[in-house]
């Protein structure tokens, strides 16, 4: 039986590399025809956006009938409903719809996850003209933290703090995407981070704690960074962690998966930012492999190819701590930029992906969390000394950058 694949961006590629496994890899522009890959036991269907239910409908009725399907996965946030939709619609084995529903549609979320009574911010959906929408922020209270009801990566998400600046923001991400749904909430000002990790059976099987460098909508440009915590420095804090997020998944109804879940850390514990029913993007996965010798996408669809058999993670522990940043670039016309080889002879730099080159536009970071020129992995003797070296390493990028 094959396993359908939504997606079929780098990571996505290189799991299967990593994973073998008998699957249908639907992607947008990434394949030029319908291929059979034999040796790979793969083939790659075309389409004209995997994140719609029925161009991947289409495209796998292109497929030979000996091609039989048994379970549909993915790891693109936009793919989440459709691959529990055409799981559906094939009988087969994939995400439940009414619980990826509840992981991508945030004010479902947040309902949900209110009415088990786990904090989360307030909010409210703005609906109405955009004189009715600014009235709606009024009541909540400044600051708050507009954005889509189910977007990705802080893109059209701003922290406004007056009614002209909500005015102005909500005037634009309507104009640039009409009828697009779009909630206020309450902005956190607290620590900022992250959990990662996978669920069995209901239980954490696998759990990571990330501190964020700074709240990033605080920050008037993105540029997002963290250090993983250590469970054997902060038993504490992976205690709470553990809880919360295990009550979170549970109350949205995740019994397998994986999720990438944004909190605050306040005075009285965590409140909920959101949850993504698949892993943290950009170096998130790739320090927690550095730390734990765990390699969280090829464990997330090694537990999906189980089905309802039992998945066991075993981590190990490295003694350094571990973080990562993203590399910004002025804007401008790019003359010059540090290679990836170059970077890596920076002081406790493990790894570099530097993504511009001369002749290109410098990326305007402020658009959203994961715009970058590049992103580094650096390790220390601790998490003081990491934080030291993320800071050096990204100004020496940018510095030496040379724009026009």
Not at 145 to 166: F, N, Q, R, W, Y
Not at 304 to 322: F, I, K, Q, S
Not at 326 to 333: I, N, R
């Amino acid at each position: 039986m094959y396993t359908v694949v939504l997606g079929a961006n780098f990571q996505t590629m290189t799991t299967l590399r990593n994973v073998p496994a008998p699957v249908v890899v639907v992607g947008s522009g990434r394949f030029p025809r319908l291929t059979e890959v034999p040796e790979s036991a793969q083939w790659h269907v075309p389409v004209d956006d995997h994140t719609s239910t029925e161009s991947v409908l289409m495209g796998l009725a292109r497929l030979p009938s000996s091609v039989a399907i048994g379970s549909v996965y993915t790891q693109d946030e936009y793919a989440m409903v459709t691959a529990a939709a055409v799981a559906s619609a094939l009988g087969v084995r994939g995400p439940d719809p009414a619980v990826a529903c509840r992981f991508r549609d945030k004010t479902l979320q947040k309902a949900t996850v209110r009415a088990t009574g786990l904090p989360v911010a307030d909010w409210c959906e703005l609906e109405g003209d955009l004189e009715e929408m600014v009235a709606q922020c009024d009541v909540l209270e400044y600051p708050l933290v507009i954005k889509p009801v189910a977007g990705a990566g802080t893109v059209d998400t701003e922290l406004v703090s007056t009614s002209v600046e909500a005015r102005s923001t909500i005037s634009r991400v309507c104009a640039s995407r009409p009828g697009v749904r779009i909630m206020a909430e309450a902005f956190q000002d607290a620590a900022e981070g992250s959990l990662d990790g996978l669920v069995v059976d209901g239980r954490i099987a696998f759990l990571g704690v990330e501190r964020y460098l700074f709240n990033l909508l605080k920050r008037g440009s993105r540029g997002m960074g963290g250090v993983v915590a250590d469970p054997k420095l902060s038993p504490e804090l992976y205690a709470r962690a553990n809880d919360f997020a295990a009550r979170v998944v549970a109350a949205l109804g995740m019994r397998r998966g994986s999720f990438h879940m944004e909190v605050f850390d306040g005075p009285d514990g965590f409140i909920l930012g959101e949850c993504a029913a698949r892993l943290g993007g950009l170096y998130i996965p790739l320090a927690y492999r550095h730390k734990f010798g765990v390699d969280l996408h090829s464990e997330a669809f090694r537990l999906h190819l189980a089905g309802e058999a039992d998945h066991v993670v075993v981590p190990t522990r490295r003694d350094e701590a571990v973080g990562w940043a993203l590399l910004a670039c002025p804007l401008g016309e790019i003359k010059a930029v540090p290679s990836s080889e170059e970077m890596r002879t920076l002081p406790g730099v493990v790894d570099c992906g530097v993504y511009v080159h001369p002749g290109e536009r410098a990326p305007d970071m402020s658009l959203s969390s994961t715009t970058r020129a590049g992103q580094i992995l650096v390790e220390g003797p601790d998490e003081e000394a990491v934080e030291e070296r993320l800071e050096y390493v990204a100004r020496y990028f940018t510095e030496a950058c040379r724009v026009a």
